[in-house]
C-alpha cells in the first residue's frame, strides 16, 4: 500500500522519467545522421513532456498537503503550561527531567500511555499523546494541531524513546518550532488511554 511519502518518491521518479524522454529525443535531432524520422522521437518527446508535467503536478500537490500546517509561530513571550499525564499521575511540568522520567517509564513498561497538554495553545500545537501499540515495537508520538478546518494530528515514530523526548525537549526547553520533515500528517482521532492510535 503507498503512503503519501511513497508517492512523493513515486512522483519524483517519474519527473527523471519524463526529462529523459523528452532529452533522448532533442540528442537524436542533433546527431550526425542525415536522414531523420520525425515521428517517432516526436511521439517520445510529448509522451515525456505529458509524464513530466503530471509528475511535476501531483509532487507539488502532495508537498502543499504535507506543509499545509507546519507554518506556525510560538509566542515566546508566553508563559506555557504543560501538564503530564502518566500511570495514575497528573502533575504540572515544572522540570523537563519530568517528562524524561514519563517516557522512559513508558519506554521501560511498554504499556499505558504518556499525554502532555499545553495551555495557552503553542503556536497551534495542543497535545502530545506518546504511546507503543501491539502492532509494531515502535514507540508512536501524536502531536495534537488546531487546523483553520478542526483538529488533526502530526505521527512521529521511532523506534527509539529518545526521539519523542528531542522533539518535547525543543519546545519545552528552546520554544523552538519541530520538524515535521519526518511526520505523517493525520487527520483521525487518537485513543491513547488505551494504547491505539485510530
Known sequence: MFTKRSWESFYSGLIMVGLVFMVFPV????????????????????????????????SVKYHKEKTKYTKYKIDKSLTYTFTLTYGDK?????????????IKW????????????????????KKFYICYTDKD?????LIEQEREDGVGYWEERGDSYKIPI???ERLYVK????????????????DAREGLIL
Not at 517517432?40 to 501531483?58: C, E, K, R, T
Not at 497528573?90 to 524524561?100: C, K
Open 166 to 168: 528531542m522533539t518535547l
Open 106 to 125: 513508558l519506554a521501560k513498561y511498554r504499556t499505558g500511555h504518556v499525554e502532555i497538554a499545553v495551555t495557552p495553545t503553542m503556536g497551534s500545537l
Open 90 to 102: 497528573v502533575e504540572t511540568v515544572t522540570d523537563f527531567s519530568q517528562i524524561e522520567y514519563a
Open 27 to 58: 540528442i537524436y535531432f542533433c546527431g550526425a545522421t542525415k536522414e531523420k524520422q520525425i515521428l517517432p522521437p516526436l511521439i517520445m518527446f510529448l509522451l515525456g513532456l505529458v509524464i513530466f508535467v503530471i509528475s511535476v503536478h501531483f
Open 175 to 190: 520554544h523552538k518550532m519541530i520538524s515535521f520533515d519526518y511526520l505523517n500528517r493525520r487527520e483521525t482521532g487518537v
Open 137 to 141: 515495537p515502535y514507540i508512536h508520538m
